[in-house]
């Protein structure tokens, strides 16, 4: 078997990080039979803004993406991004909406679920990774990777016994911010190894131009499973090049076993791809450049050009740097969250508003109130009470699992939006999208009357945007 396992992002992370998640079905479907006789681990093609993105943007049915996946690539295993106990949407749902997501990915193609949260809180993820384990999936838990005084490799390697504890069948370090450095991430997977014997997964964004390099070092320290994209759609904010990575490993003891000339053959059709994205303005040659301020001021790339553009808006754009120096302030004083979606945004509007307020604290945004609460769950280290006093008055903190102050609600999510089902799967869509699914259900309806103009062509069921 090849020492180094790869899992293959074009299908998901990679047109997410550079087009907003704007890759069609239409555009995957020429090239999927090629893609499934490479011999990835997995391909990573669904979940994380994909389920928005079909719903919102193009018009599509994400779970009929998944079954033309599923069908047009029957070898490969399948892999989602999954939020825990908020599953694709924006809030915590009920353990019985989640068991359900769960169940029904799994029946509808998903062969290995990646579970995340945003705190690092095992207790978000406990019910996912249960009701994965019962469908008979992959369960893989991703550990948000960030720095900061508190994360370190002992941080991370506490994480990664309560994972596999928490019964988890692998262990990804997941680097959406491009964080790590290849000096770190050797350090990091060697720690790891020591303390786990589940197999190790390595998530990395090329934002800072490291990528390649962490992943090297990872290989080195006794990595398993490295996650790439097919060069066209790769560098930039998204991964390193699938192509580069199987020859850089090629005739070493970390050989991928993949072909690079099968591998090649693929490339022209990204090519051109990429091509039509540019033509079209949804690539923007920007997105493909190295931007090494991420690791200056230890901030997204995504939560830096979000800060300006909030500065702008107030016509305070010379305080960037100040909100730059107050970011980590903030953080501290609500212990540390990792600074990734929803919490980079949470704590990046706090600090805005810090600074152009000219007193901190004298406005608080209601999301960030709800974290020092505890409605995300718990922070890394614990938020000082007297800090938590002054933000929630005379409210008081949560100090269990959130998700267990939720009241089942998957009946009455069906009861809401009865009138739209035409599959069990409806309700979920409905569940995390609300008014966006409707839009959905409702062009769907018109398209089965041909009230659209489209009479029962099935050629014609899948729009580009």
């Given at each position: 078997?090849?020492?180094?396992?790869?899992?293959?992002?074009?299908?998901?992370?990679?047109?997410?990080?550079?087009?907003?998640t704007?890759?069609?079905?239409?555009?995957?479907?020429p090239?999927?039979p090629?893609?499934?006789?490479?011999?990835?681990?997995?391909?990573?093609c669904?979940?994380?803004?994909t389920?928005?993105?079909?719903?919102?943007?193009?018009?599509e049915?994400?779970?009929?993406?998944?079954?033309?996946?599923?069908k047009?690539?029957?070898?490969?295993?399948?892999q989602?991004l999954?939020?825990g106990?908020?599953?694709?949407?924006?809030?915590?749902?009920?353990?019985d909406?989640?068991?359900?997501?769960?169940?029904?990915?799994?029946?509808?193609g998903i062969?290995?679920?990646?579970?995340?949260?945003?705190?690092?809180?095992?207790r978000?993820?406990?019910t996912?990774i249960k009701?994965?384990?019962?469908?008979?999936?992959?369960?893989?838990?991703?550990?948000s990777?960030?720095?900061?005084?508190?994360?370190?490799d002992?941080?991370?390697?506490?994480?990664?016994?309560?994972?596999?504890?928490?019964?988890?069948?692998?262990?990804?370090?997941?680097?959406?911010?491009?964080l790590l450095?290849?000096?770190?991430a050797?350090?990091?997977?060697?720690a790891?190894?020591k303390a786990?014997?589940?197999?190790?997964?390595?998530?990395?964004h090329?934002t800072?131009?490291?990528?390649?390099?962490?992943?090297m070092?990872?290989?080195?320290?006794?990595?398993?499973?490295?996650?790439?994209a097919?060069?066209?759609l790769?560098?930039?904010t998204s991964?390193?090049?699938?192509?580069?990575m199987?020859?850089?490993?090629?005739?070493?003891?970390?050989d991928?076993?993949?072909?690079?000339?099968?591998?090649s053959?693929?490339r022209?059709f990204?090519?051109?791809?990429?091509?039509?994205?540019?033509?079209?303005?949804?690539l923007?040659p920007?997105?493909l450049?190295t931007d090494?301020k991420?690791?200056?001021?230890?901030?997204p790339?995504?939560?830096?050009?979000?800060?300006?553009?909030?500065?702008?808006?107030a016509?305070?754009?010379?305080?960037?740097?100040a909100v730059?120096?107050e970011?980590?302030?903030?953080?501290?004083d609500?212990?540390?969250?990792?600074l990734?979606?929803?919490?980079?945004?949470?704590?990046?509007?706090?600090?805005?508003f810090?600074?152009?307020?000219?007193e901190?604290?004298?406005?608080?945004t209601?999301?960030?109130?709800?974290?020092v609460?505890g409605?995300?769950?718990?922070?890394?280290?614990p938020?000082?009470?007297?800090?938590q006093?002054?933000?929630l008055?005379?409210?008081?903190p949560?100090?269990?699992?959130p998700?267990?102050?939720?009241?089942?609600?998957?009946?009455?999510?069906r009861?809401?939006?009865a009138?739209w089902?035409?599959?069990?799967e409806?309700?979920?869509?409905?569940?995390?999208?609300?008014?966006?699914?409707?839009?959905?259900?409702?062009?769907?309806?018109?398209k089965?009357f041909?009230?659209?103009g489209?009479?029962?062509?099935?050629?014609?069921?899948?729009?580009?945007?």
């Open positions: 078997m090849a020492k180094i396992g790869i899992t293959e992002t074009v299908l998901r992370d990679a047109h997410q990080s550079l087009i907003a704007r890759m069609t079905t239409e555009d995957m479907l090239i999927l090629e893609l499934d006789e490479i011999g990835f681990r997995s391909i990573e669904w979940g994380g803004a389920f928005d993105s079909c719903l919102r943007f193009l018009n049915d994400p779970w009929e993406r998944l079954r033309i996946l599923k047009n690539m029957p070898k490969t295993p399948l989602m999954f939020r106990q908020n599953m694709l949407g924006y809030r915590h749902y009920a353990d909406v989640v068991e359900y997501f769960v169940q029904k990915s799994i029946a509808n062969d290995v679920i990646r579970i995340f949260d945003a705190l690092n809180d095992i978000n993820l406990e996912a009701a994965a384990k019962k469908e008979g999936a992959h369960t893989q838990v991703a550990m990777f960030t720095t900061g005084e508190v994360f370190t002992e941080y991370y390697v506490n994480y990664a016994k309560q994972i596999e504890s928490a019964g988890a069948d692998s262990i990804c370090v997941k680097d959406m911010a491009a450095t290849p000096y770190r050797e350090t990091l997977i060697k790891l190894k786990t014997d589940l197999p190790i997964q390595l998530h990395t090329y800072s131009g490291l990528a390649s390099m962490c992943l070092k990872a290989a080195e320290a006794g990595v398993d499973v490295i996650d790439t097919m060069s066209p790769a560098l930039g991964h390193a090049p699938t192509e580069s199987v020859a850089a490993f090629q005739g070493t003891e970390y991928t076993g993949l072909d690079l000339v099968k591998l053959g693929l022209p990204f090519m051109k791809l990429r091509d039509k994205y540019i033509e079209s303005g949804l923007d920007k997105m450049a090494a991420t690791l200056i001021y230890q901030v790339g995504g939560m830096l050009s979000n800060l300006l553009s909030q500065l702008k808006q016509g305070k754009e010379d305080q960037l740097t730059l120096e970011v980590p302030r903030v953080r501290k609500a212990g540390f969250p990792p990734v979606t929803p919490t980079s945004q949470i704590v990046g509007t706090q600090a805005v810090n600074i152009i307020s000219g901190r604290y004298k406005m608080v209601k999301e960030f109130r709800a974290m609460k409605e995300y769950g718990r922070t890394p280290l938020i000082d009470p007297e800090f006093k002054m933000i008055k005379d409210d008081k949560i100090t269990c699992r998700a267990d102050l939720l009241e089942p609600e998957l009946d009455k999510l009861e809401e939006c009138e089902i035409t599959q069990d409806d309700v979920l869509s409905y569940a995390q999208f609300g008014q966006v699914a409707v839009k959905f259900f409702e062009k769907r309806r018109d089965m041909g009230l659209d489209v009479h029962g062509d099935p050629a014609k069921q899948i729009h580009p945007v």
